[in-house]
C-alpha cells in the first residue's frame, strides 16, 4: 500500500521528511510549577486574576456594554506604568452590520 496525499500550501512550503520535535507531554494531575505572577496594585483585580498578570500572557475582558471594562483595564495599565512597568491596552468592538445587497460586514 502506498500514500498518495494531494499536496497542500503547507507541504508544499515545509519540508517533513526529516521528521519533527518531539513534544514533551505532562500529566495534568500532577504537582506542576505555578506561573510567576505580577500584581497590578489592584488587588480585587489581582484576585480575579489569581494573584496577578502573568508575564506574556493577555487578558481578555467580556462583559456588558458600559459595565466598566474600558475603566477597569485603563487604571490598571496606568498602575503598571506608574510602577515602572511597561503596559499595552489594545481595544477592539465586534458588532454585525447590513451592507446594501444583503452583505454583512462585522466591525
Same mark, same amino acid.
Given at each position: 500500500?502506498?500514500?498518495?496525499?494531494p499536496a497542500t500550501v503547507f507541504s508544499?512550503?515545509?519540508d517533513l521528511s526529516?521528521?519533527?520535535?518531539?513534544?514533551?507531554?505532562v500529566p495534568?494531575?500532577? *504537582?506542576?510549577?505555578?506561573?510567576?505572577?505580577?500584581?497590578?496594585g489592584l488587588a480585587e483585580f489581582d484576585r480575579a486574576? !489569581? =494573584?496577578g498578570l502573568v508575564p506574556g500572557s493577555g487578558v481578555?475582558?467580556?462583559?456588558? *456594554?458600559g459595565i466598566g471594562k474600558s475603566t477597569l483595564l485603563l487604571q490598571t495599565a496606568a498602575t503598571v506604568a506608574?510602577? !515602572? =512597568?511597561?503596559?499595552?491596552?489594545?481595544?477592539?468592538?465586534e458588532a454585525a452590520g447590513v451592507l446594501p445587497e444583503g452583505k454583512v460586514e462585522l466591525n
Open positions: 500500500m502506498v500514500e498518495d496525499a508544499q512550503k515545509h526529516s521528521g519533527g520535535k518531539a513534544v514533551e507531554f495534568l494531575d500532577g *504537582p506542576a510549577e505555578l506561573p510567576k505572577r505580577r500584581p497590578t486574576l !489569581g =494573584g481578555l475582558m467580556g462583559g456588558d *456594554p506608574k510602577g !515602572g =512597568g511597561t503596559a499595552v491596552y489594545v481595544s477592539g468592538e
